[in-house]
């Protein structure tokens, strides 16, 4: 996954201008709309005009000018936008024409860039199997490059994924309710409790990114495989209608498991594969969001 500084800044180069152009076309507006800000804050003392809610005198105010004034709050809009980005040793993967490393980071800019449009502050935290790096949230379309640039250069690993342990860091270092963008393969296991955890203090939406060869063998005969986390080698006789089939069944069993998960802690999810484009997914899930709120 480690790419040359020249290589690098082609790629996010590419990815800026792509992203830039669908965030205009496709989801202008509708971030703003699907995304709330934290509530509400105090935004100043008045005189009462007659029609104001009588449950917004200020009391203390009103007894020191000796006549009524209420409290005057606006909808906080700024949102803090976290991405929490896996970059394990299976993130190098892909069989299309770009990883699922590549994957993360055009999804992370098609939502940083959506961000900050709305003049969110966007942060990122890498991790694998231990935290790899945090940075802190921002504005501004700098800090959303750098984003990108940082999951892009992020160095080869063989590292595993600890999806639990990312959980408990984000708890720690973000006190204030986020909009959490999970990116990873999903491939880990005993995380639900973490995730719960975290659902219920932010706003969490799951990003799983699969490959087609992840969910298919091809009949090529006998193959060499890897684990990219581990090591460990296996050899498949692809040949075998019965290996093959054991293979997709299993990939299947482990997708609809995922899901189920996550429909059962209420977290939504965009569903992204290396071998086709997402902006659809994104629009569908931002859909999906409206409808519910205007529902209550």
Known sequence: MAIDTKELMKQVAKIKVITNRLVDQHLSGAYQSVFKGQGIEFDEVREY?????VRS????????????????????RELTVIFLVDISGSQCFGSQSRSKA????????????????????IGLILFSDRIEKCIPPRKGRTAAMRLVREVLAAEET?????IAGAFRFLNQVQKRKAVVFLISDFLDVNYEKELRV???????????????????????????????????????????K?????????????????????RRNKVDHIALSTSRPFVDD???????????????
């Open 282 to 296: 994104v629009r569908q899930l931002f859909r999906q969001r409206q409808i519910r709120s205007r529902r209550g």
């Open 158 to 162: 063989t590292h595993g994924t600890d």
């Open 49 to 53: 005009i007659p029609g104001d809610d």
């Open 242 to 262: 019965v290996v093959r089939a054991a293979f997709a069944s299993k990939a299947i069993s482990d997708q609809e498991a995922l899901l189920t998960m996550l």
């Open 198 to 240: 975290a659902a219920r203090r932010h706003d969490v939406i799951c990003c799983p990114i699969s490959d087609p060869r992840e969910l298919e063998l091809p009949n090529v005969g006998l193959l060499e495989l890897e684990d990219a986390e581990t090591g460990e080698l296996r050899i498949v006789d692809t040949r075998s």
């Open 57 to 76: 005198i200020d009391w203390n105010v009103t007894a020191r000018m000796g006549h009524p004034y209420v409290k005057h709050f606006s909808e906080e």
């Open 102 to 121: 590549e994957t993360a980071a055009e999804i992370t800019c098609l939502l940083a860039l959506s961000a900050i449009k709305n003049q969110d502050n």
